[in-house]
């Protein structure tokens, strides 16, 4: 039998259900997947929440990992027992998954499961905006909001393989201890002092970054935009505290003539060869020492609304991850 977690109506943690079904045959281009690490993402908040409408019954997750256990007709390149992963195939809360076999990728030797399944929507996320949505290089200065989570802490590491300078906002001593870790120059405890202030005082520059990554949304939005250098950058690819309420395009003006993006990974890895050029990227720098990969916790699968209300509450750190 298969176990899967699903909802039938949007609301808190405790709307998610443990359910179990049967095992699924892999049809044409298809791979079955025995599940051994399922992503927890923010996007799984927003589809549970309806922030994100989505088609109910849900089963949520998007990133995951297994083994093979049966292929379809018309696919080349992999075998039973094969390790793979994957960044966008919904429905990865399960024990069994059905993938797209041009949508797998094969996870190298050396690199556990956890690892793998951090390594896509975090990993790729931080990837594509260090890489192509602000191109950071040697001489430049980035924020990063949320300097301890899955994105924030692979994000930091890229950014230093950049060359760039790093400052990083996060809330208790412990991420602060391991957004430092990852390679932050400064790190600054927005739940004792005010991000902003904090950042010029230990900069000595009214307005020090040349781009801000911005996960958190209204409470953090309106200020960064207060710290981005003149033709500066604001990158904001998420929404924790809240989506950005409607503003005046003009401040982006008053403000140097600021860039603004809202990118999301998807519009990435859309092509097969962008996805495949990212994760041999990433998965290729976690092989090789070059990218420490943070698993923060591990939570069984019938546990996923415990993880939800941990994720929810800022108290986790790193990459979480479902097992079935």
């Not at 179990?20 to 929440?49: F, K, Q």
């Not at 590491?157 to 809330?171: K, L, Y």
């Not at 710290?227 to 990158?235: D, N, Q």
């Amino acid at each position: 039998m298969r176990t899967f977690i699903s909802f039938s109506t949007t609301g808190g943690p405790d709307v998610l259900e443990l359910s179990t079904g049967p095992i699924p045959g892999a049809g044409p281009g298809t791979l079955l997947v025995e599940v051994r690490a399922a992503g927890l993402n923010y996007i799984d908040t927003y589809h549970r929440v309806g922030l994100y409408p989505v088609d109910l019954p849900y089963t949520p997750g998007l990133d995951g990992s297994g083994v093979i256990v049966a292929i379809g007709d018309g696919v080349d390149g992999f075998e039973i027992g094969d390790r793979v992963v994957w960044p966008s195939e919904p429905g990865s809360y399960t024990s069994h998954h059905v993938v797209k076999a041009n949508r797998a990728i094969a996870v190298p030797d050396g690199v556990s499961f956890a690892a793998a399944t951090a390594a896509m929507v975090a990993g790729l996320t931080a990837h594509y905006l260090a890489k192509d949505t602000f191109v950071l290089e040697p001489g430049h200065t980035c924020l990063i909001h949320a300097g301890a989570g899955g994105v924030g802490l692979l994000l930091t590491q890229i950014a230093r393989m950049a060359g760039a300078s790093v400052v990083t906002t996060v809330s208790t001593e412990e991420k602060e201890a391991l957004s430092r870790e990852a390679g932050a120059d400064l790190v600054i405890r927005y739940t004792e002092t005010d991000f902003a202030m904090a950042a010029r005082e230990l900069m000595s520059v009214d307005r020090p970054f040349d781009v801000i990554y911005d996960s958190v949304g209204a409470t953090t939005f309106l200020t960064g935009l207060e710290l981005i250098k003149a033709r500066g950058t604001m990158v904001l690819f998420g929404q924790s505290s809240g989506p950005v309420e409607p503003f005046n395009p003009g401040l982006l003006a008053q403000n140097g003539s600021l860039f603004l993006t809202r990118p999301t990974l998807f519009n990435h890895i859309a092509a097969d060869q962008d996805l495949r050029r990212r994760a041999d990227d990433v998965l290729g720098w976690i092989r090789d020492g070059k990218l420490d990969v943070r698993v923060g916790a591990e939570f069984p699968l019938a546990d996923a609304a415990r993880a939800h209300t941990a994720l929810e509450g800022r108290q986790t750190t790193g990459k979480v991850v479902l097992v079935p």
